[in-house]
């Protein structure tokens, strides 16, 4: 008899979400820094090669963009947490006020994956006497009481993301000569947003010149639309 290696438990959920979601947060910040701040900054500095106007433009444009990602991701991630926390009170509310009901249903739903209706009863049996709770929130909801995400961490994950991904056009445009400011910062920009796009793909298993491709020409179009616009004023001013 061939013997197979025994490998410990490995609960992918809880680890593989947690990670999803600071990895959004992460990507999602960087590449709003990236482009927002960029944008911005092009955009300034097409109308006008004052360089006081731009370094004010870029401070307030990382003061404003860091708090609003943050802030959204704050309200959004809460949002998400609250309608989680009230499921799980009513389940546990009604296993509390009707048992027998909640035993039916979770059996249907093993009979529903597939289980005989002998085999799911003995399932939901069995998994109600270990953890009623965790039994229905896993089955019904695909919930687990440990892994509710946290506004906090979400928030902060997408503000400090977002500062770091919009620090590099900030100071590409602040620190380069005014005959290179845009052509260094446009193309610093967009090398950027395809390495932040790389680092998503991998990290998160998909396709990464598809992720590339896709960042680096919305990134480029908000720099072309921004820079259309200083130019017309720096033409109308002039």
């Known amino acids: 008899m061939t ?10 959920r809880g680890p593989h979400v947690a990670r999803l979601n600071w990895l959004r947060a992460g990507v999602l910040g960087a590449n709003d820094g990236i482009v927002s701040i960029a944008a911005l900054l092009v955009g300034v500095a097409a109308a006008t090669s004052d360089t006081t106007a731009i370094l004010i433009a870029g401070v307030a444009g990382l003061a404003a963009g860091s708090i609003s990602m943050g802030l959204g991701e704050y309200v959004s991630v809460s949002s998400q ?39 799911a009863k003995k399932v939901a049996q069995e998994l109600t006497d270990h953890d009623p709770i965790r039994a229905h929130l896993e089955a019904e909801l695909n919930i687990l009481e440990m892994h509710i995400v946290n506004p906090w961490h979400a928030a902060l994950s997408s503000t400090v993301s977002f500062l770091a991904g919009a ?11 005014p005959d290179w400011r845009l052509p260094f910062t446009i193309v610093s ?28 020409i919305g990134g480029s179009a ?15 001013v002039g």
């Open 81 to 119: 947490r609250d309608s989680e926390l009230s499921l799980i009170a009513k389940e546990k509310r009604e296993l509390i006020e009707h048992p027998e009901e909640e035993l039916s249903e979770l059996q249907a739903i093993y009979e529903h994956k597939g289980l005989s209706a002998a085999t």
């Open 189 to 216: 920009s967009i090398v950027a947003l395809a390495a932040t796009g790389t680092a998503g793909a991998y990290l998160g298993g998909s396709s990464i010149w598809k992720s590339v491709v896709r960042i680096t």
């Open 222 to 236: 908000a720099l072309a639309v921004t820079f259309a616009i200083g130019s017309l004023f720096n033409t109308s």
């Open 3 to 12: 013997d197979f290696p025994v490998t410990p438990f490995e609960p992918h």
């Open 167 to 177: 620090t590099l056009p900030f100071v590409a445009i602040v620190f380069a000569s």
